[in-house]
């Protein structure tokens, strides 16, 4: 299977090639390797890098697209988490309470214990027991 460098797409190569039917193969800067362009996404790099082969552009665009695309998904789940919380006060669950045992899950049980141990010696000091 090969992968496109623009986007998730990947592909087996043709039956006696190496890549799939309509894909490219573009250089990295400096010699550093390459990357491969499936079919859908060689229209939309500009012609210039296209016929010039500039690699470094080619590169700068592909890692700021990269970004922009884990951006949005980092939206789309924090609008999936949102929707999960409100869904969770629509059952009549403290929504206060469950952020704050999944941030105790995420503990090792070691940092929990410790955790434990420092507040309760802050309440007995406190005299809140």
Known sequence: MISCGRCDTSAP???GQTM???WQMH???RGKGSYAVCAGCLPSMSAGTRATGNAAADQLRLLIERWER???EKKGIG?????????AKACGYDTKGMREII???AMSPHDRAERDAIIETYRASLGLD
């Open 103 to 105: 941030k105790l899950r």
């Open 27 to 29: 250089a990295l800067s």
């Open 13 to 15: 190569p043709a039956p």
């Open 70 to 72: 884990l951006e949005e």
């Open 79 to 87: 609008l999936d988490q949102k929707d999960v919380m409100l869904e």
């Open 20 to 22: 799939p039917e309509g």
